[in-house]
């Protein structure tokens, strides 16, 4: 298995809701990242787990919550978004923080 | 901060042509990505040099690390291969994997 997967693909949260993405890959990678991406921009790097431990937090808010449960998997928990933090959410993996990042198709997340 | 530039911002051709896009960067990197995305898609990573040139089907990169140089080519390109092409670097001695984003070329080939 040689793709990260993620879901959902596309959201829809009021304000006050409390949603999860997920992340999943299956190809032994112990370093994965969380990115956002507004429109025609490239990706912003949101956060990065290494080994299951969190070794980056790009001044995040924190109503963006990670979390990496194991090697395989890792969430994004979301509370009181904004508008503005509607965007494409992608994962990346990769087999250590230098080699090459493989990324997901991304969740496409609208905040009302 | 490594500051990375892509030429030419938009670039439009016709089916069968020759495609260039351009990479530089300001400090010293320890690996270079070359991405691809289409519209509303995922990305998707096309190669991952550190030197030299490297080769898949139609896709070339090559790298000068003495110039802070990368370039994409493309050749006989297709429709599909419509997308944003996005450079990103690894700063050499980076141990965070912290790439750093060009703002991308937008290709559109024409059929």
């Known amino acids: 298995d040689t793709e990260v997967t993620q879901t959902p693909k596309h959201l829809v949260m009021g304000m006050t809701n409390k949603k999860s993405l997920k992340c999943e890959q299956h190809m032994g990678h112990r370093a994965m990242y969380w990115y956002k991406q507004k429109a025609k921009k490239p990706p912003e790097l949101m956060f990065v787990?290494?080994?299951?431990?969190?070794?980056i937090n790009e001044s995040v808010p924190s109503r963006f919550s990670p979390e990496c449960p194991n090697s395989s998997l890792l969430n994004l928990h979301l509370h009181a978004l904004q508008p503005e933090d509607s965007a494409l959410y992608l994962c990346a993996s990769s087999d250590r923080l230098v080699s090459e990042q493989f990324f997901g198709p991304g969740t496409r997340l609208t905040v009302l | 901060k490594n500051e990375v530039e892509q030429s030419p911002q938009n670039l439009t051709a016709q089916e069968g042509e020759f495609i260039t896009i351009n990479c530089s960067y300001s400090?010293?990197?320890?690996?270079l990505h070359w991405l691809q995305q289409h519209p509303g898609g995922g990305i998707v990573s096309l190669f991952m040099?550190?030197?030299g040139k490297k080769k898949h089907g139609r896709l070339i990169a090559t790298i000068n690390i003495q110039e802070k140089h990368s370039s994409l080519h493309i050749t006989a390109s297709h429709p599909r291969d419509s997308a944003v092409y996005i450079c990103?670097?690894?700063?050499?001695?980076?141990?965070?994997?912290?790439?750093?984003f060009g703002r991308g070329t937008q290709l559109t080939v024409w059929p």
């Open positions: 990103a670097v690894l700063d050499r001695g980076s141990t965070l994997g912290r790439l750093y």
């Open positions: 040099l550190s030197s």
């Open positions: 400090v010293g990197i320890s690996a």
């Open positions: 787990y290494s080994y299951e431990k969190l070794s």
